[in-house]
């Protein structure tokens, strides 16, 4: 599988790689390795948070009145 990535970050990447002793196919992988878990994480959350909702474990609060209170101080539920 090729990638292409900006020149900027694969400067970046070699700059990391002269630093570490690693090589840029493994500092590669294990970045993408690692925003894959992240973002596998995260979608889990937003499943189970969903889920929540949907089953009515968790009620939904009005957006606006909530940063109302928090511009107020109040950081209270």
């Not at 599988?1 to 570490?20: F, G, W, Y």
């Not at 973002?39 to 948070?49: K, W």
């Not at 009620?59 to 928090?70: M, N, P, V």
């Amino acid at each position: 599988m090729a990638v292409h990535i900006k020149p900027e970050t694969e400067l970046r990447l070699h700059e990391l790689a002269e630093q570490s002793g690693r090589a840029t196919d493994e500092l590669a992988e294990d970045a993408i390795a690692a925003y894959l878990e992240g973002v596998a994480e995260l979608r889990n959350a937003l499943d189970q948070r969903y889920d929540d909702f949907k089953s009515g474990k968790v009620e939904a609060i009005d957006g606006e009145a909530f940063f109302e209170r928090l511009r107020e101080g109040d950081v209270r539920g």
